[in-house]
């Protein structure tokens, strides 16, 4: 009897495992699998790297795997478009949404030479945020499939103990654009030069030196919120210029870009002062961004106009201090023109101009993945030459520095924090405050809305709001064409009306 009852338990427990086998089987979750992006001249195909990935992935275990081929296949058979350029979450969420998959994995390889560098994200459908990303470059020798091995075990919050010490992270891809650096730098500066020159009035009159500006607050148009972005998020960039825009506003941020990019914006302000400004950006190396740009701003009727050029640099630390994350620092060389009374008449017209140079310093931070903290030290020194035709006169003008400090939050995918407080230096600058959110929805459309202030009951507040659409536009001209857009309301009603237009263009 004992016999027959432990026979019967066992044959229950097989049955039981049995059951419990097929249940998890039949629970594995679907997984679709990008081909990676390739650079760099590797010698194997998209298609061989592709199912390395899918390899290690099945390794894993608990997936069910559909690589882009199948999934191409899937969506003709519905009778649906298949992306040709998808690389960031709300994308592959929606392939794999329409596909009813759970996860999905996308990325990139790049052979350099003598390292292969290779970044993976694991992105969750439903929610559409990124579960885990992994970049990581191996030692020289290592090869492309160790690589991906030990980046899908990450991937997954696996170790693998023999191979995890010949990795360290990686910085995105290697160059060397030095020529174009060289090129736009040498032909931003020597713009600016042949402008100041031919648009500087000649005087014969006293020189007097007044030393600082008297007032302790800058009066240069740089102190202009421009581009619609930043200006939306309440005039905060310092944390966060790393893309175009970030030219006018912290020079260190260009050594975190991405690739090539351009910016044009235009500004209404007030009803009498138009705004135009450019600016080019892109990588020179792995560790070195430049940008070069351009601001004019003037008044309708000609009275008044000011000119800046700007050529910029910044270098990224990757490997300065083996346990923090990188830091950069960078410099923006600046050449200013003014001109005052060019549409003036009568005799108490006054007319002038000046011509000067400033520099710009800052440096920013990576606290981690989701936290990044920028400084700026402004016009240390910016000294301008004023040549006053009325008083016949000549004198030299330094700025003042002014100190910005800030900070950025990468909450999710969806929500991008941002604040930055002005430090006065000066006891007649005031402690201004700002901050900004921007929220993602229907992937292509991000919403803003920011709001600064300077110390003191009588200065106004500025609450900005604003939107952006980001659309993909590879097959077309580049990677992205993003339209921005802004609008000001400031509680004294005398200086409303606040409006920036600007679109960026990656190529």
Same mark, same amino acid.
């Given at each position: 009897?004992?016999?027959?009852?432990? !026979?019967?338990?066992?044959?229950?427990?097989? =049955?039981?495992?049995?059951?419990?086998?097929?249940?998890?089987?039949?629970?594995?979750?679907?997984?679709?699998?990008?081909?990676?992006?390739? /650079?760099?001249?590797?010698?194997?195909?998209?298609?061989?790297?592709?199912? =390395?990935?899918?390899?290690?992935?099945?390794?894993? &275990?608990?997936?069910?795997?559909? /690589?882009?081929?199948?999934?191409?296949?899937?969506?003709?058979?519905?009778?649906?478009?298949?992306?040709?350029? @998808?690389?960031?979450?709300?994308?592959?969420?929606?392939?794999?949404?329409?596909?009813?998959?759970?996860?999905?994995?996308?990325?990139?390889?790049?052979?350099?030479?003598?390292?292969?560098?290779?970044?993976?994200?694991?992105?969750?459908?439903?929610?559409?945020?990124?579960?885990?990303?992994?970049?990581?470059?191996?030692?020289?020798?290592?090869?492309?499939?160790?690589?991906? *091995?030990?980046?899908?075990?990450?991937?997954?919050?696996?170790?693998?103990?023999?191979?995890?010490?010949?990795?360290? !992270?990686?910085?995105?891809?290697?160059? *060397?654009?030095?020529?174009?650096?060289?090129?736009? %730098?040498?032909? @931003?500066?020597?713009?600016?030069?042949?402008?100041?020159?031919?648009?500087?009035?000649?005087?014969?009159?006293?020189?007097?030196?007044?030393?600082?500006?008297?007032?302790?607050?800058?009066?240069?148009?740089?102190?202009?919120?421009?581009?619609?972005?930043? %200006? %939306?998020?309440? #005039?905060?960039?310092?944390?966060?210029?790393?893309?175009?825009?970030?030219?006018?506003?912290?020079?260190?941020?260009?050594?975190?870009?991405?690739?090539?990019?351009?910016?044009?914006?235009?500004?209404?302000?007030?009803?009498?002062?138009? #705004?135009?400004?450019?600016?080019?950006?892109? *990588?020179?190396?792995?560790?070195?961004?430049?940008?070069?740009?351009?601001?004019?701003?003037?008044?309708?009727?000609?009275?008044?106009?000011?000119? !800046?050029?700007?050529?910029?640099?910044?270098?990224?630390?990757?490997?300065?201090?083996?346990? =923090?994350?990188?830091?950069?620092?960078?410099? /923006?060389?600046?050449?200013?023109?003014?001109?005052?009374?060019?549409?003036?008449? &009568?005799?108490?017209?006054?007319?002038?101009?000046?011509?000067?140079?400033?520099?710009?310093?800052?440096?920013?931070?990576?606290?981690?993945?989701?936290?990044?903290?920028?400084?700026?030290?402004?016009?240390?020194?910016?000294?301008? *030459?004023?040549?006053?035709?009325?008083? #016949?006169?000549?004198?030299?003008?330094?700025?003042?520095?002014?100190?910005? =400090?800030?900070?950025?939050?990468?909450? #999710?995918?969806?929500?991008?924090?941002? @604040?930055?407080?002005?430090?006065?230096?000066?006891?007649?600058?005031?402690?201004?405050?700002?901050?900004?959110?921007?929220?993602?929805?229907?992937?292509?459309?991000?919403?803003?809305?920011?709001?600064?202030?300077?110390?003191?009951?009588?200065?106004?507040?500025?609450?900005?709001?604003?939107?952006?659409?980001?659309?993909? !536009?590879? /097959?077309?001209?580049?990677?992205?064409?993003? $339209?921005?857009?802004?609008?000001?309301?400031?509680?004294?009603?005398?200086?409303?009306?606040?409006?920036?237009?600007?679109?960026? $263009?990656?190529?």
């Amino acid at each position: 009897m004992k016999i027959l009852l432990r !026979t019967a338990a066992v044959i229950v427990l097989c =049955m039981g495992s049995a059951i419990l086998a097929q249940d998890v089987e039949g629970q594995k979750s679907r997984i679709g699998i990008f081909d990676p992006e390739m /650079s760099g001249g590797e010698n194997k195909s998209v298609k061989e790297i592709a199912g =390395m990935i899918r390899e290690n992935v099945a390794a894993v &275990g608990g997936y069910d795997i559909l /690589s882009q081929e199948t999934m191409q296949k899937a969506f003709a058979e519905l009778k649906l478009r298949f992306p040709k350029y @998808c690389r960031e979450p709300r994308c592959v969420s929606a392939v794999g949404s329409a596909l009813q998959l759970d996860r999905m994995i996308y990325g990139s390889i790049e052979k350099g030479e003598k390292t292969y560098g290779v970044s993976l994200v694991l992105v969750d459908v439903a929610s559409k945020q990124i579960v885990e990303n992994v970049s990581i470059e191996g030692d020289p020798g290592i090869g492309i499939a160790d690589v991906i *091995k030990v980046a899908v075990s990450r991937l997954h919050g696996h170790v693998d103990t023999d191979l995890d010490t010949t990795m360290h !992270t990686y910085y995105g891809k290697q160059m *060397k654009n030095y020529r174009q650096f060289y090129i736009s %730098a040498g032909a @931003c500066l020597a713009a600016g030069l042949l402008w100041g020159v031919l648009n500087t009035d000649r005087v014969d009159g006293e020189r007097v030196d007044y030393g600082y500006n008297l007032s302790g607050v800058g009066t240069g148009s740089d102190l202009i919120p421009l581009f619609a972005r930043p %200006a %939306a998020l309440g #005039n905060c960039y310092v944390a966060a210029s790393d893309d175009a825009y970030g030219v006018f506003y912290n020079p260190a941020g260009l050594s975190w870009v991405s690739a090539a990019e351009a910016s044009f914006g235009y500004q209404y302000r007030f009803g009498m002062l138009d #705004n135009f400004a450019a600016s080019f950006v892109n *990588k020179a190396t792995r560790e070195i961004g430049f940008g070069q740009g351009f601001l004019y701003t003037g008044d309708r009727d000609n009275l008044y106009s000011e000119v !800046t050029f700007i050529s910029s640099a910044s270098y990224r630390f990757i490997n300065w201090i083996p346990f =923090m994350r990188p830091i950069s620092v960078g410099a /923006s060389v600046k050449l200013l023109s003014k001109k005052t009374g060019a549409g003036s008449v &009568g005799e108490d017209a006054q007319k002038g101009s000046g011509f000067g140079f400033g520099l710009d310093i800052g440096t920013q931070l990576e606290l981690s993945e989701k936290i990044r903290g920028g400084i700026l030290f402004k016009n240390l020194p910016t000294i301008i *030459k004023y040549n006053n035709v009325s008083r #016949n006169a000549e004198y030299t003008e330094k700025e003042p520095v002014e100190f910005l =400090m800030g900070g950025t939050f990468q909450a #999710n995918y969806e929500t991008f924090l941002i @604040c930055e407080g002005h430090i006065p230096l000066y006891k007649e600058q005031p402690w201004k405050g700002a901050c900004g959110v921007e929220r993602v929805i229907f992937r292509i459309l991000r919403l803003r809305i920011g709001v600064e202030k300077a110390e003191g009951f009588d200065t106004p507040w500025k609450i900005n709001g604003g939107l952006g659409i980001n659309i993909p !536009t590879e /097959s077309l001209w580049g990677k992205y064409f993003v $339209f921005d857009g802004s609008y000001e309301y400031n509680t004294l009603v005398t200086f409303s009306h606040v409006m920036n237009f600007s679109f960026r $263009f990656g190529f």
